[in-house]
């Protein structure tokens, strides 16, 4: 069972960046995709903030795109994203996920990020 524990979210100024941290433990040999999601309190599971695939597929929102970028570390067993330019409309929780496509997705607890205007 794969576990995840996100980091990195603060509070930044409009324009600012952040880069969140996803630590990776379990065996996640499985997991053919990793994504970050990002939900606002009362929201439903939507499309991923940017999400990546085993077979080297690489997706992001139209609302991110050209601002964030997804990248994983396998020596160090971990998944970030880059974010820049970042807008008020950023805010949220942002959620770390691991799919194998066979059972449920993994969520991780969560990290927020509040960008004041």
């Known amino acids: 069972q794969v576990q995840l524990v996100e980091s990195g979210g603060d509070v930044v100024q409009a324009g600012g960046s952040l880069r969140l941290s996803c630590a990776v433990s379990g065996s996640s040999s499985g997991v053919k995709i990793w994504a970050w999601y990002l939900q606002s309190p009362g929201e439903d599971d939507r499309e991923p903030a940017a999400?990546?695939?085993?077979?080297?597929?690489?997706r992001y929102a139209d609302s991110v795109k050209g601002r964030f970028a997804i990248s994983r570390d396998n020596e160090k067993n971990a998944v970030y994203l880059q974010m820049n330019a970042l807008t008020p409309e950023d805010s949220g929780i942002y959620y770390c996920?691991?799919?194998?496509?066979?059972?449920?997705?993994?969520w991780g607890p969560g990290t927020r990020v509040t960008v004041s205007s």
């Open positions: 996920v691991a799919d194998d496509r066979m059972g449920p997705k993994i």
């Open positions: 999400s990546f695939s085993s077979a080297g597929s690489i």
